[in-house]
């Protein structure tokens, strides 16, 4: 248990286009104050190189210029290099280079419309993570690793000064850092796809929790919604027996990663998927919260003790590794 002099201190701010707010507990407020600025300023820095928007931003030439820069900021290249991992491990369901086909169908811009399939097509052409330093068409958008890295690098701050208690919530990407002042688990709510509320309550202690759905951020067509998770094989938005994929692990750029991956392989590869890294142990262990649309909650066995349903459900169930 963590000492009771500890002072509260929770800061808010805005970046990578994401409302965030870093809660710690220190020996004083001043202190505390002073290593949510280091947070803040961190997270900026990672920004000025990630932004696919930034003109100034690495990742902007990058996308912007036919030849790759012969050097890279380390932050650039640790994200690479994880990203070409994660891409080999899911068989692409992670991507990090459909940045053209999603700015084609407006989510980057808000000007939503469907592409012919033709264009879809010519713009796919580019799009093999596995050939980023040969093919100069291809643009980057880490979207959806930036957050859960910025989280891992807030972690490291905190952990450089000493904070043992804390609790980042960068846009819902969570990452709790040891246990609330008083001993207990951190508890964090899993949003409910249909009403907004909260589906199931976890309990963690120095966990990420990242959830990714397609109930936030999408548009509608003739008849047909359009979500901001795209299939990287087709070009198109996914449509899949999934409302979201919650991954709970000690990374967050994992997480994050992670989370998008098993939306894109829908439930029955999802999990198949996690008993084969789980088995082989060639790949940092994780756990899986799965809410399907026919409203089953399915999680991995992991959680188990610590994962309460707040809804009702058609069924619940805890999936064992074979």
């Known amino acids: 248990m963590i000492s009771c002099s500890q002072k509260k201190t929770s800061e808010s701010f805005t970046a990578m286009n994401t409302f965030m707010t870093v809660t710690l507990y220190s020996s ?32 902007f030439f990058i996308n912007h210029n036919s030849n790759f820069p012969a050097s890279l900021k ?22 990090p280079a459909l940045y053209p086909v999603i700015r084609e169908w407006g989510f980057t811009t808000g000007e939503y419309k469907v592409p012919s399939t033709e264009k879809i097509q010519e ?36 952990e450089e000064n000493g904070i043992k208690s804390a609790l980042l919530d960068f846009g819902g990407n969570i990452q709790a850092l040891g246990k609330k002042p008083d001993g207990s688990l951190w508890k964090v709510g899993i949003k409910n796809p249909w ?15 990242v959830t990714s759905g397609g ?13 901001h998770i795209f299939d990287p094989a087709t070009g198109r938005p996914i449509q899949n027996d999934l409302e979201s994929v919650t991954i709970v692990c000690e990374s967050g750029k994992y997480a994050d990663a992670l989370s998008t991956a098993l939306f894109v392989m829908g439930k029955d590869k999802a999990i198949d998927w996690w008993k084969k890294q789980m088995a082989e142990k060639s790949f940092p262990a994780f756990d899986f919260i799965l809410i399907t649309k026919e409203q089953q909650l399915i999680y991995s066995s992991g959680l188990a003790g610590f994962i ?15």
């Open 123 to 158: 713009l796919l052409l580019h799009t093999d993570f596995s050939k980023l330093y040969d093919d100069e068409k291809i643009e980057l958008d880490f979207g959806a690793v930036g957050k859960g890295y910025a989280a891992d690098e807030a972690l490291l701050i905190l």
């Open 195 to 209: 009403n907004g509320q909260v589906a199931c309550a976890l309990s963690v202690e120095s966990k990420a929790v």
């Open 28 to 59: 004083s407020s001043k202190r505390g104050e002073t290593v949510c600025y280091q947070i803040q300023s961190r997270v900026d820095e990672l920004e000025q190189i990630l932004s696919t928007t930034l003109p100034s931003s690495d990742v």
């Open 215 to 227: 109930y936030e951020r999408f548009f509608e067509e003739a008849g047909h919604r359009y979500i």
């Open 74 to 95: 380390p932050e650039l290249q640790t994200l690479i290099d994880f990203s070409k991992l994660i891409y080999e491990k899911t068989e692409g369901a992670f991507n």
């Open 308 to 322: 309460e349903p707040m809804y009702q459900f058609e069924s619940v169930e805890s999936v064992l590794l074979d």
